[in-house]
Structures are given as C-alpha cells and as structure tokens.
C-alpha cells in the first residue's frame, strides 16, 4: 500500500460519509465535492490525467453545480436534513442500493482482477490521442450507445419542460 | 536537483508577476473608467496615482475583520479562499514565453507543459463556482444567496459553449497541450495572413470571449454581483482582506483568461511575418517572446476593463437566453464546420 493512495482513498470515504451525514444541505454537497477531487487524485496517480481532469470538469464542474443550484433555489440556509435523513423508507432504499452497488463492485473488481495480471504500463498510457483512438476504433458500438442513450435523456428533458410540442 | 531549481523559480516568478498584474490591474480600472467617463481617478498617491492599489491593499489588511453574527462561520471564512486558490493555480499550464537558453540549458517558460494543459484551466475554471457559492451561502444574506445563485446558473449555462470553443480549437491543432498550439501558430496562413487561431476559427473566437467575460463574471455578464440590483450579491457581507481575496480572485481570473486568448487565437509569442528566433540571441529571444506575449495579454486586458464601461449590464433572463439560445446552437455549429473543413482538407 502506497501513503499516496491511503491518504486520499481515507479523504474520499471521510468526504462521502460526510455527506450522508450532514445536518445542513450545502457542506453536504461541499462533502461530495471532496469525494470528486480525491477520486481526481486517485485517478492521477493510477496515470490517468484525462479522467482525473473530466472528473473534476463534469463532476465537479457541471453535475454538482447543477446539485448546488438546487439546492439554493429550493432551500434556505436554517433548513436542516434531518427530516429527511430519519425518513425510515429513505434508509431502506438506501440500504438496499448500497448493498447492491457493494456486490456489483466485488463482482467487478474480482473479474478484473482475474482478466489482469501486473504489467507494464505500454507506451503514452492515459493520452487523450490514445483513449479517443480506442473510442473511435475499438469501442465504437459501445460509444455510440452511450450517445443515444444522452440523445434519449435529452429529448425526454425536452418533452417533459415544454408545454405543447 | 537543476531542475527543481528552475521550475520553483519559474513558479515563483509567474506567481509574483500574475499579482503584480492584478494589483496593476486594479489601478487601470479605476484610471481607465476615469478616462472614460471624463474624471481624473485616483491620481494622488505617487506618480499617476500608481501607488493606490499600495494603499488599498494596507486599508483592506488593517480594516477589522467582521463575521456576521448570523452567519455560518465555517463557510464564510471558507468562500474567498476557494475563490481565489483555483483562480491562482490556473496559470500554471499557460506559457508566458518562448524558451531561454541559459548557459546551453534550455529553459521552456512555462511551469508545466501537460497534455492536458487547458482542460486544466477549464476545470479549475469551474472550480471558483463554488468559492462565490459559499460566500452566498454562508453569509445568511437574501442578496448574497441570490447572488450565489445566479453564479451557479451562469456557469452551469456558459461552461458548455465555453468547452465547445475550446473544442474546435483542438479540431484544428490536433493537441490539448498548451504550448503546441502555440508553437503551432508561427509562419503565414493562406499565404498573406498570420498563422493565427483567430484566423481559423473566427466564430470560435467570438464564442471564446462571450463566455469568457461571463466566466470571469465582468459586467456585461456580472449578475452575480449587480450591485445596483443585488447590492454586490455574494460578497455583500464581506470586508477586510476577504472581500480584498474575491476582488483580487478576478483580477487574477481576468489575466489568466486574456493570456489564454493570446495562446489559442492571436498567435502566443509569435509576431505577424517576423521569426524573432532568427535574429535575437538565445537570452534576448526568451525576454522578447516574454514581452511580445506580454503586450498581446495587456492588450485584451485593457479590453476587460474598455467593455465594462462602455456596456451596460444584461438582464438576468437575456443573460440565460443568450447562453442557451445563442451561444450553445452557434459553438455547436462551429464545431461541426471546423470538424468538416478538417475532414475535407486531411
């Protein structure tokens, strides 16, 4: 185990229990920020700077600002999460979802681990050129899927804001 | 060793000269609206006034340091400093220059040539949101939340054209690395012209400086702080060095953003038709490119601060209009014909 790892691996979790247990609504987001910008951190020191910065850009940059917009318009800074944190029904479902993203993750990481043996990183490992060359080539179908999957969301989200089409 | 010397000298010396400038900066606002609205401006400490932002800055330091009573401690004290640290370190994958050769060394003058260089700038870009956000927040202020508010929305509406500009200006050079595209941009284009971005991708450049004033929330685009309607929004609350670290944030932002203009569209540190390299010794080179990079910056500077006082403030739902309506259709449209001019012409 490298410190490197350990020190932001324990900021990523401190930042996500932080989050689901904060008593106010914006350092809880504040708290998910954490999460993003260590798991940023993560994914640099595994030689992967595009996915660390689009971490930090989409996550941090575009889905969490959306999330704190929210927040703000909704909500005013006395207004407290306990209502919702002690909701009995919010916990369950919580606790089912979270029991099923912990074995989908034990499934995964056993399967990579199995498919990967320790090796050498090849050459111009984590370059932009490189990952959009696997994109463009050898992922095609599955890239394109995920297009029309955002293409779906979007025309919904248009659908659902517009009054008469 | 040599070159952990060279780079922290390079850190130190950009991170000296970005204050500088943003301390600069601050008077030729004041003396530039001045000039503009036919005033004289702060003229009376030292030469031209040049002395006020000295005073300024020892007025902020020495003024006492107020938290509201009602206001979340943590969070208020938080808010400038998230403001100002993303706006200080976004510097660091721009260049500044060409290179110096010092003694046969070669000595690149920028801090970091990363290959994700300006998705860098963007992210951290993105990052300031959450400084005003906080000082919105924490301050317990219906001005200040509105104003975080509105910070939020805008860049929510002004990051994605800001992107899709950026976007076809990788179209066209191939790299994300900062200085590629600089070096890309020396000779002539079509034979007559500058090989500069601004050339190829006009549209993207008219785009690229929208969104980059309402990134840098300067007025026609600064609904976040209004202070005619919102009484200066986020930072309502603040005084003392806090409110000093959020003024002094955008200085800072508005320098990172015109250098980042000079190294995507007007050609970084190369001069139209002239190769200085051929007739400038090597250390002399390092210092004309430097300067060279330097005027083109002040210029678009100086245009920050020409637009401010000449256009007026943009309602809120024309600001939201735009962005959605205007910006985000034409940056798409422009990535899809610089995309198309490539494809034809490889």
């Not at chain 1, 199995?114 to 050498?120: G, K, M, R």
């Not at chain 2, 002539?188 to 190829?200: E, M, Q, R, S, V």
């Not at chain 2, 422009?334 to 995309?339: E, G, Y």
Request: glycine letters at 8%.
């Amino acid at each position: 185990m490298d410190i490197y790892f350990i020190i932001f691996a324990i900021m990523a979790l401190g930042g996500a229990l932080f989050t689901i247990t904060a008593k106010d609504a914006l350092p809880s987001a504040l708290g998910l920020l954490t999460v993003f910008i260590a798991l940023s951190a993560l994914y640099l020191h595994l030689h992967a700077p595009l996915i660390a910065i689009f971490q930090v850009t989409i996550y941090a940059g575009a889905i969490l600002v959306l999330v704190v917009f929210v927040i703000m318009l909704l909500m005013t800074p006395d207004e407290k999460l306990e209502a919702a944190q002690k909701n009995m029904a919010y916990r369950i479902m919580g606790a089912v979802l979270g029991a099923y993203l912990t074995a989908l993750t034990v499934v995964g990481v056993k399967g990579i681990s199995e498919l990967i043996s320790a090796n050498e990183l090849p050459e111009g490992f984590g370059h932009p050129g490189l990952l959009g060359d696997l994109f463009f080539k050898k992922y095609l179908l599955h890239f394109e899927m995920a297009s029309v999957l955002l293409l779906v969301a979007l025309i919904a989200g248009i659908y659902l804001a517009k009054k008469r089409i | 060793m040599d070159n952990w010397v060279i780079a922290l000298i390079k850190v130190v010396f950009i991170w000296t000269w970005t204050l500088l400038i943003a301390t600069l900066m601050t008077w030729v606002e004041r003396r530039g609206s001045a000039m503009m609205q036919d005033r004289l401006g702060p003229n009376r400490a030292g030469p031209f006034g040049l002395f006020q932002p000295l005073a300024d800055g020892i007025k902020l330091f020495t003024k006492e340091d107020i938290i509201p009573e009602k206001a979340h401690k943590i969070l208020f004290s938080l808010g400038p400093i998230l403001f100002a640290l993303p706006a200080f370190s976004a510097y660091a994958v721009i260049p500044f220059g060409d290179k110096l050769v010092v003694n046969g060394k070669e000595i690149i003058l920028q801090v970091a040539d990363v290959n994700v260089g300006f998705l860098y700038v963007v992210a951290l870009g993105a990052m300031a949101v959450y400084g005003i956000v906080l000082g919105g927040w924490g301050s317990n202020n219906k001005y200040s939340i509105l104003g975080g508010l509105r910070s939020t929305a805008q860049l929510i509406s002004y990051e994605v054209p800001f992107g899709l500009s950026l976007l076809a200006v990788v179209l066209v050079y191939g790299t994300f690395s900062l200085r590629e595209i600089s070096l890309a941009q020396q000779g002539t284009f079509l034979g007559f012209l500058p090989n500069w971005g601004i050339f190829k991708q006009p549209l993207g450049f008219i785009l690229f400086i929208v969104t980059a004033y309402a990134e840098a929330n300067r007025v026609p685009f600064d609904l976040p702080e209004a202070e005619s309607e919102i009484v200066a929004g986020y930072h309502t609350e603040y005084g003392s060095m806090r409110l000093g670290l959020y003024l002094f944030g955008e200085y800072v932002n508005m320098y990172t953003l015109a250098a980042l203009m000079v190294t995507l569209y007007f050609g970084a540190w190369h001069l139209p038709y002239i190769d200085m390299s051929k007739f400038l010794g090597p250390v002399s080179y390092g210092i004309a490119s430097f300067l060279v990079f330097f005027l083109k910056t002040a210029f678009f500077l100086w245009l920050f601060v020409w637009v401010r006082w000449t256009v007026p403030r943009f309602r809120y739902d024309q600001v939201m209009g735009l962005g959605w309506k205007a910006l985000i259709p034409l940056a798409l449209v422009n990535l899809f014909i610089t995309a198309l001019c490539i494809q034809l012409t490889v």
